[in-house]
């Protein structure tokens, strides 16, 4: 992947440097055009991005098209940002972590299963930092554990089915 200069998402083989696809430009409403967190579902077929701290919106294209399929928002009131993606080992979940210390997750279609975690609002959350959370990992195989990483070295984990 290559975000370059002139703003513009590429897929480039590595061997060649040759590109091998342009995916269809992000909507650019604010700050940077181009995603800082990607992630790449299992399969190859999807690639989900985000813009850290500018945005609280995740855009998930085909990589096989290039296009944008689908928008997905993590807080539509608040625009709490996107700091880390992570699509589960069968590619049927997607995590997103924010900075305001919780995780969105969604199954492959976009619809929303459910918040982890709470937003921090007095520093006494259980994912109290100022990066918010920065990596992301479900539990293989069954995919129903969720582990979230911040910057203060503190993991948590969560039953994506129960919440807790």
Known sequence: MNSSREKRLLLLD????????EFEPWPSAVGADFPSELAFSPDGKLLAGARKYIS???HIWDVETGKRLRQLTVDKEEWDSVTSLA???????LAAGTDAHYV???????NLI?????????????????????CLAFRPPANKVLAAGNDENTITMWDVNTRE
């Open 14 to 21: 590595t061997s060649t440097g040759r590109r091998i696809r």
């Open 56 to 58: 609280s919106d995740v």
């Open 87 to 93: 699509f589960s080992g069968d590619g049927k979940l």
């Open 104 to 110: 969105m997750v969604w199954d492959a279609q976009g």
């Open 114 to 134: 459910g918040r982890l975690g709470r937003k921090e609002t007095s520093g006494s959350d259980d994912m109290s930092s100022d990066g918010g959370i920065t």
